[in-house]
């Protein structure tokens, strides 16, 4: 019974949706499956930015501040115990990081792919064109994906999870304890 119910008002939803804004001065935008997408009204602080911009900006300038120290954890998820500890100069960076793209045209103002025309380059003294965009950090390529955030004493910390590996760096030390965690079952 819920599911007839469920399916009934996937099927009756799009034209009450369709009722409903064509009252509204905009229609608004569909995707697949009728689903209304929602939009939200973000403030901005006096500097003009969101905190998602002002938290961007923040990293952006923490990562290239030149002569500061970080501190990287590599930690085991597993046991929680700290596998390797080590301060960074600077910052650590992505092995995916490049300070050239990867496709460039050979002949300046070749089609690349179904870019017209590309963004000139300069490789080896030559003017290439690219359809690739120079990130905010001045480099192309992506880097591993992890979070970010500043605490509320302004440190700075990035969180990376793989496998049985958990990397954490801060521009401050971590108090860490020696915990371990023993998975397993216990014998009586």
């Known amino acids: 019974m819920k599911n007839l119910l469920y399916i009934v008002l996937l099927l009756v939803a799009p034209f009450i949706m369709m009722g409903a804004s064509s009252c509204a001065t905009e229609a608004p935008t569909t995707t697949a499956g009728s689903i209304t997408q929602a939009s939200a009204d973000i403030s901005t602080g006096i500097d003009g930015l969101t905190a998602e911009q002002r938290n961007v900006k923040k990293r952006l300038e923490a990562d290239n501040e030149i002569g500061s120290i970080k501190h990287l954890y590599i930690m085991s998820a597993y046991s929680g115990q ?83 590996q958990i990397v954490h760096v801060s521009d401050e030390p971590l108090a860490v304890t020696d915990v371990v965690i023993r998975i397993g079952t216990v014998e009586e």
């Open 82 to 164: 700290v596998l390797i500890y080590s301060t960074v100069d600077t910052k650590v960076s992505s092995s995916g990081k490049r300070l050239s793209p990867t496709s460039v045209a050979s002949i300046d103002g070749q089609y690349i792919g179904s870019e017209h025309y590309g963004i000139p380059v300069t490789i080896g003294g030559y003017t290439r064109r690219t359809a690739e965009v120079l990130q905010d950090d001045g480099t192309y390529g992506s880097s591993t994906p992890y979070l970010y955030w500043f605490d509320t004493m302004g440190n700075y910390h990035q969180h990376y999870v793989s496998g049985g």
